[in-house]
């Protein structure tokens, strides 16, 4: 990391919003990601086609990991998709090398677009393979209301060759009603720099 990047590190809230990783990444064993989602997660159409996209938006990557939707054979690691109350997701980070095992998408999605549907749960599996939000530092810049959430004890360490402002990134805290589902330029240049 460079001085110039580790200074604005700790300057938080002065309108950055650089890509960040956690400490904890997938490691090179997991090459398929079988993503499995339950009966209940199925039942809900725009959910299910939302998950859909959300495979497609990773895979058209290249990266070296790669995702399925389940059941699949051949994979080298799993991914639970389940719903839950709410209108958003939420999901953990990678540990001991593995994708975090669980996707937990509201079932209040269900009454927004599918791009929205596509957007969250894209959000949601970037986290299982060590995705932080943009603007962790600052949830104010998506959210409206102020917040850090600190390094979470598992780090926030800035992508190379992201900007100081993404505005359109998916990995900021919240999303709204008009979202792309689609990645932006500099979140692909993240998640290709990890993968």
Not at 60 to 79: D, E, K, V
Not at 151 to 161: E, K, N
């Amino acid at each position: 990391m460079t001085l110039e990047a580790s200074r604005e590190l700790l300057q938080p809230g002065e309108g950055s919003q650089e890509q960040y990783s956690t400490t904890n990444l997938v490691g090179a064993s997991v090459t398929k990601i079988c993503i499995n989602p339950t009966a209940a997660f199925n039942s809900y159409a725009r959910l299910s086609q939302g998950l859909d996209l959300a495979i497609q938006n990773d895979n058209a990557l290249g990266l070296r990991i790669w995702f399925a939707r389940g059941p699949a054979t051949g994979c080298t690691a799993n991914i639970t998709a389940q719903t839950t109350s709410g209108a958003g997701g939420s999901a953990g980070f990678p540990l001991g090398g593995l994708p975090y095992g669980t996707l937990n998408i509201g079932t209040g999605l269900q009454s927004y677009s599918i791009d929205v549907n596509e957007h969250v749960i894209t959000h949601e599996i970037g986290h299982t393979i060590g995705m932080r939000h943009s603007d962790y530092y600052d949830r104010s810049i998506s959210c409206g209301t102020s917040g850090n959430e600190g390094t979470a004890g598992v780090g926030a360490i800035l992508i190379p060759g992201t900007p100081t402002r993404d505005p359109d990134s998916i990995f900021n805290s919240c999303f709204n009603s008009t979202a792309s589902g689609e990645f932006s330029p500099y979140d692909v240049v993240a998640l290709n720099y990890l993968y």
